[in-house]
């Protein structure tokens, strides 16, 4: 692994068990990023370092489905802010949330016609979630222009329409419930993300 992979090591965010993904897929591998993005100057390191991919977008906004991904559009907005940039030309960065199993805008937040958008998460299993905030936006009016992550562990080459950059790809396998060898071997599982609890 690069540096980024070291930090997540490092940070103990890459778990090994038997996990309930937010995608509803189960694996023996985890990355917990809240115990990277707990540490302030991580965060900001990571935040420029996804920025960089997108530094000549023109981005006016950066989104994140809530919760994973609130620190991370912070960060990547805090720096593709144009220096001295008065509050009114500020890069925005918000959040969408589920209500009644979709994505919403809420607390005031409002995407206007064509404002140039970045879809930002923590990390990307399937691409679910990306998905369904590529969708908010576009109903809103916003035009896409890309869309980031920290870590892509989908195995696969995914596609959005957009370009896509992370700064860590993990090769992990997932599998549905009714194929998972764990459950199989009756090992115990976790469900460590935020869409299950209650």
Same mark, same amino acid.
């Given at each position: 692994?690069?540096?980024?992979?070291? !930090?997540?090591?490092?940070?103990?965010?890459?778990? @090994?068990?038997?996990?309930?993904?937010?995608?509803?897929?189960?694996?023996?591998?985890?990355?917990?990023?809240?115990?990277?993005?707990?540490?302030?100057?991580?965060?900001?390191?990571?935040?420029?370092?996804? *920025?960089?991919?997108?530094?000549?977008?023109?981005? +006016? =906004?950066?989104?994140?489905?809530?919760?994973?991904?609130?620190?991370?559009?912070? @960060?990547?907005?805090?720096?593709?802010?144009? #220096?001295?940039? =008065?509050?009114? *030309?500020?890069?925005?960065? !918000?959040?969408?949330?589920? +209500?009644?199993?979709?994505?919403?805008?809420?607390?005031?937040?409002?995407?206007?016609?064509?404002?140039?958008?970045?879809?930002? +998460?923590?990390?990307?299993?399937?691409?679910?979630?990306?998905?369904?905030?590529?969708?908010?936006?576009?109903?809103?009016?916003?035009?896409?222009?890309?869309?980031?992550? $920290?870590?892509?562990?989908?195995?696969?080459?995914? &596609?959005?329409?957009?370009?896509?950059?992370?700064?860590?790809? $993990?090769?992990? #396998?997932?599998?549905?419930?009714?194929?998972?060898?764990?459950?199989? *071997?009756?090992?115990? !599982?976790? =469900?460590?993300?935020?869409? &299950?609890?209650?």
């Amino acid at each position: 692994m690069d540096d980024i992979g070291r !930090i997540f090591r490092e940070a103990g965010a890459l778990l @090994e068990g038997h996990f309930r993904l937010s995608s509803g897929l189960h694996s023996r591998h985890y990355i917990q990023c809240a115990l990277v993005l707990q540490y302030p100057r991580i965060a900001t390191h990571l935040g420029a370092r996804l *920025a960089e991919a997108f530094a000549d977008e023109l981005i +006016e =906004t950066v989104i994140a489905p809530a919760i994973g991904g609130i620190i991370v559009a912070h @960060e990547v907005a805090r720096h593709l802010q144009a #220096p001295h940039a =008065t509050d009114s *030309a500020q890069v925005r960065a !918000i959040f969408a949330e589920r +209500e009644a199993g979709r994505f919403v805008l809420r607390r005031g937040f409002a995407i206007a016609p064509s404002e140039r958008v970045l879809v930002v +998460e923590d990390v990307i299993t399937t691409g679910r979630s990306t998905r369904e905030v590529i969708e908010l936006v576009r109903d809103a009016g916003g035009q896409v222009v890309g869309v980031g992550a $920290l870590v892509d562990r989908s195995g696969t080459a995914l &596609y959005f329409g957009v370009p896509l950059r992370t700064l860590l790809q $993990l090769e992990w #396998p997932t599998y549905p419930p009714d194929e998972c060898p764990l459950c199989a *071997a009756g090992v115990p !599982i976790v =469900t460590p993300g935020s869409r &299950y609890v209650a």
